[in-house]
């Protein structure tokens, strides 16, 4: 990731709201057969003090990424999209793109299946919570029957990373009224709106 002063992202907080707001993440690993890329949901890990996540792969995605054995990056992406030079003032510009993703590093470590079946149960309530009627992994005698049956295709990992880098970049090095010119486009009807991204621009702003 380009490295750009003014749009490092190092707040821890910030961090871990990416995470929360965003857990579907890309986990990257190079392994002895080259790069092989998977996709997973994954939470902030409630039982450590520094940063951590974790997750799980489906088998045999384990093997795939020969998980635990290397270093594997974790990427999270959270709101993005196109800006057009016309939003901005009559000097020459560019197209570009704001965007906020972080890049987790780290050797993963791997969960045993008692650890991995308390993960998956938190996974789930963390998602069914927001549904009318949510369905848990233990909300009933065959549910509980049901997960721990096929729990046994997963995996479990947490990650601690070693090193993180992230940025957020939502115009920050723009006049305050090309920032307002920006926001207001992202907030219309044109074929680039993006409420998201609004939101985040003014967040990063200090708006509430």
Known sequence: ?????????????????????????????HT?????????????DDTRDELAIVGHVGRPDERLHELGAHEVMVIVQ???????????????????WNFTSAHLSGVPEILDADENLRVLDRLVEHFEQHVDAPRLMRGT?????????????????????????????????????????????????GPYASEALAAEMRRVRGEK
């Open 1 to 29: 990731m380009r490295r750009t002063p003014v749009f490092t992202l190092t707040d821890e907080a910030e961090l871990r709201r990416l995470i929360e707001q965003n857990p579907w993440i890309t986990l990257v690993s």
């Open 32 to 44: 002895s057969k080259g790069l092989v890329a998977s996709h997973y949901a994954v939470l902030l």
């Open 78 to 96: 959270g709101p993005h999209g196109y800006i057009s030079p016309s939003w901005y003032d009559a000097d020459l510009a560019v197209p570009t």
């Open 141 to 189: 005698a065959a549910d509980s029957a049901y997960a721990d049956a096929i729990s046994a295709g997963t995996v479990g990992f947490r990650l601690v990373p070693t090193r993180i880098e992230a940025k957020s970049k939502m115009s920050q090095n723009k006049p305050a009224e090309t920032v307002d010119r920006i926001i207001s486009e992202l907030e219309g009807d």
